[in-house]
């Protein structure tokens, strides 16, 4: 049986009602441009959370069907979508490439938001791939190379002798973008905007992609 200490207690009604009565009301979410609205909260995480404000759980399905979710980082993000970026031999990749369909979720805790994204998914251009490897520090250019991502790895050591390989082996020279390191672009067809209300009646707001706009509705929590 599970230690109750290790699991944080309800909030209690007293809790509740100081939540309500310390905090000043929140106007319903606005039913406009969900990129908008998604820049603008991403911009607040970024100003609140202690690390990380771009970090995204990734959620994919695999050949027998089991879910399989890990957090990556948010690249880039417009109209076309939201960007992140992996080894595309590794679990996600192999998964991506078979069922090209992923579900994202940013949770930014210090602001008891949340957004979840579900669509279609397709590979970056091989400029945008290379002009975001060139972007990263050199260690992390050969570690892209160096890592089998998501195969069994011997010891510690292996790694970095591997990292090491790849150090003499580009020496001074620019470390080009590995081919199989590239980028996926979900591309939303439901946004969710979660945010937190006292009581548990928290507050849902979702944009269906219809043609080039969307409709909204909104969800009891």
């Not at 100081?18 to 406009?32: F, G, I, K």
């Not at 771009?54 to 890990?70: E, F, H, Y």
């Not at 690249?75 to 994202?104: C, H, I, M, W």
């Amino acid at each position: 049986m599970t230690d109750e200490t290790l699991i944080p207690a309800s909030p209690s009604e007293d809790d509740y009602v100081r939540q309500v009565t310390q905090a000043a009301p929140l106007p319903l979410l606005p039913e406009n441009d969900p990129l908008a609205l998604f820049s603008e909260w991403l911009a607040e995480a970024g100003k609140k959370e202690p690390n990380d404000a771009n970090a995204v759980t990734v959620s994919t399905v695999d050949g027998d069907g089991m879910p399989d979710s890990r957090m990556v980082l948010l690249k880039d993000f417009d109209a076309r979508g939201f960007v992140f970026y992996t080894n595309t031999q590794s679990a996600k990749g192999v998964e991506l490439n078979a069922n090209p369909k992923a579900a994202l979720l940013f949770h930014w805790k210090s602001l008891r938001r949340q957004v979840r994204i579900r669509g279609a998914v397709e590979p970056v251009s091989g400029a945008e791939a290379d002009a975001y490897f060139a972007s990263r520090a050199r260690h992390s250019q050969l570690g892209a190379w160096a890592s089998e991502q998501s195969r069994p790895l011997p010891d510690r050591l292996a790694l970095e002798k591997r990292v090491a390989e790849m150090g003499l082996k580009f020496g001074f020279s620019k470390v080009p973008r590995p081919p199989h390191w590239s980028g996926y672009r979900v591309v939303p067809q439901v946004i969710e905007f979660w945010r937190d209300r006292p009581f548990r009646l928290h507050e849902r707001l979702v944009y269906d992609r219809v043609g080039e706009g969307w409709a909204t509705k909104r969800l009891y929590p």
